[in-house]
Every structure is written in C-alpha cells, then in structure tokens.
C-alpha cells in the first residue's frame, strides 16, 4: 500500500513510458514539476496532479496527464489543478469518477480535453487554445459531468461530443456547459448525443445538433455567428429545448439565420423566447 507521497521539484525528459504512473495509492501528490512525458493516475484516490509545467519532449507525445481508474470504488477525490502543458497530441484524458480538474492550461496542443466513460466529475476555470477540438468525446457515456466557467479557443469545433449516452440504460446520464467563454468563429456541435444541458455560456461562432435527445440550449448570454447559423438543428431529435438565447445575425451571408430549424421531427423542438439582433 503506498499512500502520503510527495513528488516535487523534478525535471523529466524522454522517459519510455511517463514521468508518473500512480497505479494504486492514497494521497500522491505530484507538484511543480517539469515533466517532458505524461502523469498516469488510475486506481487512486486523494491524488493530486497540482502546478506542474508539461513540455512535450517530442512531436509524438499522444498526452500530458491521463486521469484513469474508471468506475472502480477505490477511485475518487482526484484532482487536476494549475498546470501548464504544451506541445501535445492531447491536453488531458478522462476515464474515471470524481475528479475536478480546474485551472489548468492548454495551449499549443492539438486537442485539449476529452472525456471517456466519466461521471460524478467537474471541469472548471480551465484555458484551451489548441489546433483541433478544444473539448471532445466519442462513443461514450459520461454523468454528472459539468463543464463551467472555461475559456476555449478551437480551430476545430470548441466541443465536439458524438455519439455520448447512446444505451438505454444511459438516457438519464447528463452533461452541463455553463458560463463557459468559446472564443472564435468556430461551432460548438452535439451529434447523436443525449443529455446535455448548454446554459449561460458565451459563443463567438455558432451550436449544431444533429439527431440528438434531451439537449437543452437555454439562456445563453452571446450567440455570435458569422460564417455559420447561430443555432442548426437537423435530422431527427427527441426533446429538444432552444429557449431564452440571446443570438445576433450572422453577417456572413444571407443563407445563415439566427436559428435553422431543419429537423425532420419538428414537434420534438420546442423554440422560446429567443432573440435574433441586429449587430
């Protein structure tokens, strides 16, 4: 059993396999480091990844920091907080259950954040500014998962989720976006996704659901298209709410509306209250 362990003050380069693999322990901390590899953490608890700076050694780093353990009982109580990473493949990986990762930044990587089989977690006051997706998840479920107060920039989609919550014993499982900044002309998109709740948010750009269920879009303070329709619903949906969003006109051309209702399952959509402004 190894619990109450310090690593701190290290410099790592080119390690085979990680700078970091916390496989089964209570209360690691691993703290202002310089990493050039990845931090693993799977069947633990009380751990905490905290003020360390990730500088991939090499283009082909894949991650810095893999929060792992999955559902198991002993994982919990993670954290994820205040370190910087750069140069990666992929910012931070989840497959596991109550962890917070907040604070942290991720710039200079291809991808920033993306959730595998996640519950019970929070991703809070993190900065993303990456070449690809800025939050992403595939083929999965993910649970009591809230998303707040994050400052994303894309050159991808800011949130890209397809294919989330698809069994039925899934289709009470929920994902929260709230006040969260997406900061350039790219679209936040939820594809054969269910459960998600988009609130309070601010978006330079624009929202696609494509057949999707119990997705909520309500009382979005900034919806700012350009080359894009504010908000684009198509294909067939179940329960879909679009509700008390504040939308200004897209100006790149005549062909994009504040809202495009193409959905083939039309009394699956209730619009309300949503405003469409002139710049």
């Known amino acids: 059993r190894a619990f ?21 322990g209570q209360q690691v901390t691993v703290e202002d ?3 050039g590899t990845r931090v693993v953490y799977s069947l633990t ?12 050694s090499s283009s082909d780093e894949e991650f810095a920091i893999f929060a792992a353990g999955g559902l198991s009982e002993t994982v919990y109580d993670n954290e994820v907080a205040n370190n910087t990473i750069t140069g990666y493949g992929l910012g931070i990986a989840t497959n596991t259950q109550d962890t917070y990762v907040h604070g942290n930044t991720i710039s200079n990587c291809n991808m920033g954040i993306q959730i595998t089989k996640t519950i019970n977690s929070r991703f809070v006051n993190n900065t993303i500014d990456v070449a690809n997706n800025g939050i992403s998840g595939v083929s999965t479920f993910a649970d009591n998962v809230e998303f707040s107060n994050n400052n994303i920039t894309a050159q991808g989609f800011h949130v890209k989720l397809s294919l989330i919550n698809q069994k039925p014993e899934e289709s009470g499982y929920r994902i929260t976006f709230r006040g969260n900044s997406f900061l350039n002309e790219k679209q936040v ?20 659901i494509g057949d999707a269920s119990n997705i909520t879009v309500s009382a979005n303070t900034k919806i700012e298209p350009n080359s894009s329709d504010g908000i684009r619903i198509y294909g067939s ?43």
């Open 33 to 35: 480091n310089n990493v």
């Open 237 to 279: 949906h179940d329960a879909i709410t679009i509700s008390d969003n504040n939308i200004l006109e897209p100006t790149g051309g005549t062909r994009f509306n504040c809202i495009n209702n193409s959905s083939s399952t039309p009394s699956a959509i209730t619009l309300s209250n949503n405003s469409c402004n002139q710049r």
């Open 45 to 56: 608890n009380g751990t905490k990844i905290l003020n360390n700076r990730f500088n991939a």
């Open 189 to 208: 998109n939820f594809y054969q996704t269910n459960g998600i709740n988009f609130t309070e948010n601010e978006v330079v750009g624009g929202i696609e």
């Open 4 to 24: 109450d362990i310090m690593i701190r003050g290290n410099e790592e380069t080119n390690s085979r396999v990680g700078f970091v693999s916390v496989h089964v």
